[in-house]
Structures are given as structure tokens and as C-alpha cells.
């Protein structure tokens, strides 16, 4: 069992925090070969301007994966913020709950689109499915997040603790 959950750990390390890091190097380089070749040698490069713009795509989608995994999300906790740690437990589970029936939900749908699709980029001729690939695997991995997340609140609710018991360690917090 601890060898499947280490390598679990080293595909999303990978899929999270390696491949964006991979594609957002690409994108940076692309868009200095794009300064050189505009503003030096006076010859725009219109496959760097593309692969700059689909890699954005790829890292803002993967890179959403890395923040959710973090918890380093905008989030608006107003509400949140005043309540007891029950309340506050309460709000988890609801908000865990509706994402995961959503993007559960979403999935399928979005998979046998991406599987569907015959589009191209029109420069470099990548096809479209390859760059939205990552909007499932946001989806996929944000459920399985919740899912995770929720069966320990539900834990904690039944425990009557209502402390939020992941990422502890991110944030430097003891439980």
C-alpha cells in the first residue's frame, strides 16, 4: 500500500508541479526567441506567439491543480470566517459535496468532447485535444481532492473535533 501511494504521490508531483513547470519554461522561452526575433532581428515568429498562448492554457489549468492542492485559491469566507468550527465544518462538507457532484458530473462530457475534437492549432498544427487535456485532469483531480478532503470532515464532524485536518503541515500548523 505504501508503494501505491508513493507512486501516486509521483504522478500528481509530476502532473501538478513538474509538467506546469516544463510547459511554463517552454512558454518563457518561446516568448523570449519571440522578443529577440521581433524587436532584433525585425522578423516575428508567429509559431512562438502560439505556443506561448496554448501553454498559458496548460499551466493556468495544471497550475489551478497546484493551488487547489495547496489551498492557495482566492476564496471569499465572509460567511466562513464568522462561523464556529462546526458551522465551518458544516460549509466544508456542502462545498465539497456540490464540487464534486459538478465536475463529477462534468467529466464524461468533457472527455468525449476532447476525444471528439478534429481542431488544430493553426501554426504548429498541435491538436486542440492535447492542449484542453488538461481541463479534465483539473476536473479529475480537484474531485478526487474533495472527495479526500470531505470523508475527513466527515470524520471530523462525527468525532465532534470540526478541525480541518489537511494541509496541516503546509501550514505550519500542529494537530
Sequence with gaps: MRRIRKAADR?????????????????FF????NVFFRYVLKNPQNWTF?????????VGLLGA????????????????????PKGQNILRMISY???????ASAIPASIMYLWKL??????MRIPDRIIFASFPILMISTVIRSAYRLGLDIKAF???TYVQTYNMEDRGASI
Excluded: G, W
Excluded at 509530476?14 to 511554463?24: H, K, S, T, Y
Excluded at 518561446?30 to 526567441?33: C, G, H, K, S, V
Design 50 to 58: 502560439e505556443l506561448s498562448i496554448n501553454s498559458f492554457v496548460v
Design 118 to 123: 478534429r481542431a488544430m492549432t493553426s501554426i
Design 158 to 160: 462525527r468525532n465532534k
Design 97 to 103: 459535496i456540490i464540487v464534486i457532484a459538478f465536475f
Design 30 to 33: 518561446a516568448f523570449l526567441i
Design 65 to 84: 491543480c497546484t493551488a487547489y492542492r495547496k489551498e492557495d485559491h482566492v476564496v471569499f469566507d465572509l460567511l466562513y470566517a464568522r462561523l464556529k
Design 11 to 27: 504522478f500528481t508531483d509530476f502532473i501538478e508541479i513538474q509538467l506546469p513547470i516544463a510547459v511554463f519554461l517552454m512558454m
